[in-house]
């Protein structure tokens, strides 16, 4: 069985609830992944509570927790966001 961005994202956030270590916020910024190099992949960046409602279907998933960025990491993450995607699929 393979983990979503959804259960990794909900089980990181229980951890920082429980232990309190200010290491990951329902704020902080991350890239959900998903059956990257397939014809269908999905690329979606947003805060963790953002790709909490994403449906990344299919696996395979990865999650990527964005650091500092660079202005021009800033603006291609922008391209990625939960918003663009979404008027991308309408």
Do not use: W, Y
């Not at 259960?7 to 329902?26: F, H, M, P, S, Y």
């Not at 998903?34 to 909490?52: H, K």
């Not at 990344?56 to 922008?78: I, K, R, T, Y």
């Amino acid at each position: 069985r393979f983990m979503t961005v959804n259960t990794a994202l909900e089980q990181l956030i229980e951890i920082e609830d429980k232990r309190g270590a200010n290491v990951i916020t329902r704020e902080t910024r991350c890239v959900g992944l998903s059956r990257v190099g397939c014809s269908d992949q999905q690329i979606i960046a947003g805060t963790a509570q953002e790709l909490l409602s994403v449906d990344f279907g299919a696996p395979l998933h990865s999650m990527v927790v964005v650091g500092d960025a660079h202005p021009l990491e800033e603006e291609l993450l922008e391209g990625f966001s939960v918003a663009a995607a979404a008027a991308s699929s309408s």
